[in-house]
């Protein structure tokens, strides 16, 4: 399966993260300008808000703590990237020597199709990212405020030339930050769809199992024992996915849930103006999208498991004799746990997790009874 493999996708992902990851193949002058680069687009940037953060009045902390903490997440989240690249790698490879053992037309059109919707994802994401970008440098522009609240050592209020270097800084900042949580975000998410989908297209394959030949034994036997062996491998594949992006998944999950909260909270609780207002909503429903999506897939690759069950039952499996019953009973004991994407190992990411109502309400609460505090 050379011409629908998803190599395409990952070495596209990961020749996007080598732009600024600073590897050991990389001469002495990129890695020092790459090095440059986190320090300004993270490392300045985290520190300018910090120092913004630290010296906010009480009454305005909230409108400042949700800035810090998103902009330290997207750090941290890449930098988890940046650490764990050599086992994703390890891990692409996993996956990409499991395509190539694909000799099914059917699994290959459905893994092709599947391959081609993640690319297509991939770029309306970028796209989006991009486009969010642009409107909100024009809506910065043209209203003469700052993206966003930070210490500078300027004073951009009272000259013209030193507004637009500190805007300069911010929008140079958070374009690295953006195609940085971009990149990691995707990256995750194309992990989890393209095994979702190899499971579903091994499902296909084993409810088909017996019914083009009968009572040929030997040859069913050895197809169900290829495909236990492929389950196995998927099972594999997914513990280790798990170990690499499980502690992301839980600090994401947390941090998005308690910033759309924040977000609305501001919007309806602390008279913001109607440019800020839309600002936030925008925020909000860009977390709650890409949030959504993670989530989504989630619950995809648990159904996926799910029915799997389902196409065991589906295949011949009364006209084979006794070797074969006792290799798929052995396979439908495996398959009995569901194959789960795990949030820190303590809850899977699924769409019943974004959407926790109860979590949302009581985030709400909590920032009513904190505000109330600091008013005081």
């Known amino acids: 399966m050379d011409v629908h493999s998803s190599e395409s996708i990952f070495n596209f992902l990961f020749a996007c993260a080598r732009l600024i990851i600073p590897l050991r193949e990389h001469g002495i002058t990129k890695r020092i300008l790459i090095i440059l680069y986190f320090l300004i687009t993270n490392g300045a940037l985290l520190l300018c808000i910090g120092i913004e953060f630290y010296a906010t009045e009480r009454k305005d902390i909230i409108k400042h ?27 692409t490879h996993s996956i990409l020597e499991l395509e190539k053992e694909i000799n099914d037309a059917e699994m290959e059109g459905y893994l092709s199709e599947r391959i081609s919707f993640g690319k297509n994802l991939c770029r309306v994401f970028m ?6 970008w642009i409107g909100a440098l024009i809506s910065v522009l043209l209203t003469k405020q700052l993206a966003f609240p930070m210490w500078f050592p300027l004073d951009w209020e009272g000259s013209t030339l030193n507004y637009y270097i500190v805007v300069s800084f911010q929008f140079v900042s958070y374009a690295g930050l953006v195609f940085q949580d971009t990149i990691s975000d995707l990256t995750r998410l194309m992990y989890v769809l393209i095994m979702s989908g190899h499971l579903h297209a091994l499902g296909i394959k084993v409810s ?10 030997h040859n069913n036997n050895v197809e169900l024992n290829k495909c236990i062996q492929r389950h196995q491998i998927i099972i ?12 992301t998944y839980l ?4 941090v998005v849930e ?8 501001q919007v309806l609780f602390l008279g913001e103006e109607a440019y800020m207002k839309a600002c936030l909503i925008a925020y909000a429903v860009s977390l709650s999208i890409s949030t959504g999506l993670q989530c989504f897939f989630g619950s995809e690759i648990q159904d996926k498991s799910e029915r799997f069950m389902e196409a065991i039952y589906c295949c011949n499996w009364p006209d084979q004799d006794q070797k074969f019953k006792k290799s798929l009973l052995i396979l439908m004991t495996r398959s009995r746990k569901d194959i789960l994407i795990m949030a820190g190992g303590v809850m899977p990411v699924s769409l019943p997790t974004c959407l926790v109502v109860s979590f949302v309400n009581k985030m709400l609460g909590f920032l009513n009874r904190l505000f109330q505090k600091l008013q005081v």
């Not at 330290?72 to 890449?78: G, I, L, P, T, Y």
């Not at 594999?236 to 502690?247: G, M, P, Q, Y």
């Open 258 to 265: 308690i910033n759309i909260c924040g977000s609305f909270y």
């Open 65 to 91: 703590i949700l800035e810090f903490v998103a902009v330290f997440v997207a750090f941290w989240k890449f930098t988890d990237f940046l650490l764990k690249v050599d086992k994703m790698t390890t891990l």
């Open 236 to 247: 594999r594949i997914v513990d280790e996915l798990n170990a690499i992006i499980s502690k």
């Open 251 to 254: 600090v994401v999950l947390i």
């Open 127 to 132: 796209t989006l990212k991009f486009w969010t």
């Open 208 to 217: 088909r199992i017996g019914y083009t030949d009968p009572y040929n034994w």
